[in-house]
């Protein structure tokens, strides 16, 4: 087959898409709708200035790791590699299994429903239910996932322009606010006892979809020269706005107001902006679409390397053929993250993300370290000094004692679901041959039936490949690796 006509993944990134995809995907609700828990709880305008910095070092020491560990392994599928290469096949399995579960479609379902939420701040009330929110939020989803289906240009071209609109909405917060400073009109906050775990889970979530499913050097053209840049111009670009966004806050709201506003960028646009103050939904709307469109973009590459290696189904290692975008993954993230949206629970999505993170956490840091130490043979064109890891190691265990100190029932949920895929994993995966006895019809026949319908839908040639002819699929050429 001709080298430019090999059936692969679109790798469709230089700088500046990298950086608007990446800040696209970091400023999402978080800024717009959150009270400034961590401004409140620390009393002091300079001293909560410093802690906004907390997220935003959490994941650049977590970076640092993270390119060494694509450096090693620069394939398609980020966590999910690198845990297999460090750890093996299992967890691997388990970090897919809770990728699929848990991360990235609560993810996904929180972004669509605070989308609608602004988007249905133009309706009159009385005019919209809480099913026909949701079915507003199903329509966004598949919508952004029928686009990243389409062709990976057409989306970064559109992430652009919706990074841009997220700076303007952000700018006008900014310079509203300095001006109150201007005028002396500085509320001064007070403490409160909103959870600071809640706080620093919910940033990192916002700053973990663009390091950690971005950077996978697969997914970037020139990545040696894209990855430095683009990381380096977005932490400073995206910090720089999350201070001045929440100072410009204070200036004009008192901490009693935040904590009781549903959408604290509106409450400030009443109070500041008049009559123009119904551009900021509509803004705040395009803004979390953007981070939807842009976490979507990235996210399904573990999917697709997860069924590459045989891990899951061998449907999802397929691509459209014309359009080579992995559209299994896309559909198989959806359905989950309607199911999310139906439960209308997104407090519980965001903790039970907030304790998946901090063990992800852990793991990468393990992983640096496991490598260092087994496989230092292998060639690293990044290698990090070995403080880096250790730190992150550190942090990440402190903050995973903090989550379950403060969120006992979400970690109970969470590390239930990734003990689930345990049985999964031995039955679907690890059980190639099993034993004559156990296949006999007089011994655990309910059990036989339920490996083999389990085996028939998830693994069989027969019906991947009713699929594919389906829905115009086939596997990618090649290794998957990138050539330097």
Known sequence: MDHQNEL????????????????????????????????????????????????GVLTLLVI???????????????????FRVAFGDIAGFLFAWTNALILLPAFYAILAMTATYYIMSYV????????????????????????????VKYTTRIQVLLTSMKVVALAIIIITGFVQICNEEVKTPKKSAISLFHFISFHFISFHFISFHFISFHFISFHFRTVPISIGVTMMLVSLLYIMTNVAYFTVMTPDEIIHSPA?????????????SVIIPLCVALSVIGTLNGSMLAGSRVFFA??????????????HVKYRTPVPALVAKCLVAILYIMTDDSHLLINCQGI????????????????KHN????????????????LCLVLGVGLFVLG?????????????????????????????????????????????????VLTLILFTATVTLALQKTFMLAHTDGDFEVQY
């Open 64 to 82: 640092f790791c993270f390119m060494e560990l694509a450096s090693i392994a620069p394939r398609a599928g980020a966590e999910y590699v690198y």
């Open 306 to 319: 997860a069924g590459r290696d045989g891990l899951f189904p061998e449907i999802f290692a397929s691509i």
């Open 124 to 151: 009159d009330p009385e005019c919209m239910s809480e099913s026909g929110a949701s079915v507003i939020s199903v329509m966004l989803l598949v919508s952004i996932a029928a686009l990243n289906t389409v062709y």
């Open 375 to 390: 496989a230092s043979h292998i060639k690293r064109p990044v290698s990090v000094p070995i403080a880096v890891p250790v």
């Open 264 to 276: 604290v960028a509106m409450t400030f646009a009443d109070k500041t902006l008049g009559s123009f």
């Open 8 to 55: 692969k993944l679109h790798r469709e990134f230089g700088v500046v898409s990298a950086i608007c995809l990446m800040v696209g995907t970091m400023v999402g609700s978080a800024i717009f709708i959150s009270p400034s828990s961590i401004l409140i709880n620390s009393g002091s305008v300079g001293l909560s200035l410093i802690m906004w910095f907390i997220p």
């Open 404 to 452: 379950v100190h403060q969120q006992p029932f979400e970690s109970l949920v969470v590390m239930g679901l990734i003990a689930s895929g345990l049985p999964v994993y031995a039955i679907g995966v690890a059980w190639q041959k099993k034993p004559e006895a156990f296949t006999s019809v007089y011994s655990m026949f309910f059990l036989r039936i339920a490996c083999d």
């Open 356 to 371: 998946v993170l901090t063990i992800n956490f852990i793991l990468i840091a393990t992983a640096v370290l496991s490598l």
